[in-house]
Every structure is written in structure tokens, then in C-alpha cells.
T-cell receptor
Framework: TQLLEQSPQFLSIQEGENLTVYCNSS?????LQWYRQEPGEGPVLLVT?????EVKKLKRLTFQFGDARKDSSLHITAAQPGDTGLYLC??????????FGDGTTLTVKP | SAVISQKPSRDICQRGTSLTIQCQVD?????MFWYRQQPGQSLTLIAT?????????ESGFVIDKFPISRPNLTFSTLTVSNMSPEDSSIYLC??????????????FGPGTRLLVL
């Protein structure tokens, strides 16, 4: 069974602070996705990373895929209350299914 | 990305009854999945809905409790049978393979919030 460990599980910060969420596995994935889910909604895809060592930026969000394609990180700069939500990483294999991390609940206080 | 709708968006049901949740996609997709999620927690895969054949269930989930249909490449249903309060959860439909290829990113519907009394 492929497992994805996310940390931290909960994070509460003030507006303007920076934060990093980690996603680690002992398994190699062909790609890895990060999702954000707000209360009452389904998860919304933020990014897909596919190449070891890849770095993608989406405004204040920076995503990195580990060289060995076993881990990833999400860094948010100058967090805003609108960033509040549940962040999920998902490792994907060519078998067609994703393995989801446990999730990180982020609260950004104004 | 695919546009996915689910019906109903939420429901309150009595124990012992059954509820069928519908998932409609705006384009043909290869893979359709059903997940369960407790608020604030991660996703648990119930089953993969296979077009034209029986669904593939994950450990801990059985067809008698969660019958699934997938009559075509854009539609699927999940039934939660003989419900108990433990079935209260968010049920999410997910799809991948919009171009027909296996191994693409998954996209999610808005979810169905079920409360069983």
C-alpha cells in the first residue's frame, strides 16, 4: 500500500506569514497533485508536478517535487485569509488511481 | 478540466433507508471514482466505477452496501443502502482521463453531504 504523509496536520497563522506544507512517501509517483478544499466544496486542483526536481509557482504558492519523485512541498508566501482551507496532496500512478495524504487544515487569521 | 455535477448536494435521511447519488460529467472520461470524506479529513476511496461492468471496490466496502452504476462514459450513481448514522459523510465523485488516457489528474465534483438520523 502506498502511503502519503502530510505535515503539519493543522496550521494556524496570522495574515502575512509564510508557511510550508510537506508531503512525503516511500513510494515513487509518476505525478503528484496538490488540491485545496474549502468547506462545502469538493477539492480543487492547484497544480500537477511530474518531473523530479520540478518547481512550479502559482502567484504566492510555490510547489516542489522531490528529485526522487517521492516527496513534495507547498510553500505559501504572505498568507491571506482566502488561503484558509484543507490542503491535500495526492500521488498518482499510471494504474489510474491516486493516493491521498491525510490533509493539512490551514487557518489564516486576519 | 472537466465540469462535474452531483445530485443531491445534501440530504437528511432516516436510518434504514437508501439514497442514490448521481454524478454527471460534461465530457467523456475514462475513469470515475467514488470517495467518502469526513469533514476536515482526507479522502477514502470507496470504488472505481467501470463503464459496462461491475465496479471495483476497495477493502472495507461491498457492493451490497454501496451499489454503483456506470451506464456510459459521462454518468455514474452511488447508492448508500440501509443507512445508519455511521454513513453520515461527504460523498465525492471524481473523474480522470478526460482525453481517454488512463493516468491523468483527477478532478472532483462538489460533493453530497449526507446526514443519517
Amino acid at each position: 500500500t502506498q502511503l502519503l504523509e502530510q505535515s503539519p496536520q493543522f496550521l494556524s497563522i496570522q495574515e502575512g506569514e509564510n508557511l510550508t506544507v510537506y508531503c512525503n512517501s516511500s513510494s515513487v509517483f509518476s505525478s503528484l497533485q496538490w488540491y485545496r478544499q474549502e468547506p462545502g466544496e469538493g477539492p480543487v486542483l492547484l497544480v500537477t508536478v511530474v518531473t523530479g526536481g520540478e518547481v512550479k509557482k502559482l502567484k504566492r504558492l510555490t510547489f516542489q517535487f522531490g528529485d526522487a519523485r517521492k516527496d513534495s512541498s507547498l510553500h505559501i508566501t504572505a498568507a491571506q485569509p482566502g488561503d484558509t482551507g484543507l490542503y491535500l496532496c495526492a500521488g498518482h500512478t499510471n494504474a489510474g488511481k491516486s493516493t491521498f495524504g491525510d490533509g493539512t487544515t490551514l487557518t489564516v487569521k486576519p | 478540466s472537466a465540469v462535474i455535477s452531483q445530485k443531491p448536494s445534501r440530504d437528511i435521511c432516516q436510518r434504514g433507508t437508501s439514497l442514490t447519488i448521481q454524478c454527471q460529467v460534461d465530457s467523456q472520461v475514462t475513469m470515475m471514482f467514488w470517495y467518502r470524506q469526513q469533514p476536515g479529513q482526507s479522502l477514502t476511496l470507496i470504488a472505481t466505477a467501470n463503464q459496462g461492468s461491475e465496479a471495483t471496490y476497495e477493502s472495507g466496502f461491498v457492493i451490497d452496501k454501496f451499489p454503483i452504476s456506470r451506464p456510459n462514459l459521462t454518468f455514474s450513481t452511488l447508492t448508500v443502502s440501509n443507512m445508519s448514522p455511521e454513513d453520515s459523510s461527504i460523498y465525492l465523485c471524481s473523474v480522470s482521463g478526460r482525453s481517454g488516457a488512463v493516468g491523468e489528474t483527477q478532478y472532483f465534483g462538489p460533493g453530497t453531504r449526507l446526514l443519517v438520523l
